[in-house]
């Protein structure tokens, strides 16, 4: 059982850091560019919109997890 729970550990450890890691990619193309270019995904030139939802869904799914896990115990 406590195999299982490390294997466990260590892919929520590598999940977060690919969580990470594509806020502060999204993030600093945020603030890269140029401000005449639009994204290309989108079209819009609100590159801080965009950048403060990614922030506001990663935060929520924290503490998501955060209650969720305390409610277990």
Known sequence: ???RNLIIRIIAIAMCALMVLGI???AIYAFAETPG???P???????ALIFAIA???AIVA???CIVLS???K
């Open 37 to 39: 270019e639009p994204l």
């Open 55 to 57: 922030a506001a869904v």
């Open 1 to 3: 059982m406590k195999k």
């Open 24 to 26: 502060i990619t999204v």
């Open 70 to 72: 305390k409610k277990k």
């Open 41 to 47: 995904s989108t079209g819009s030139n609100d590159t």
């Open 62 to 64: 924290a503490i998501i």
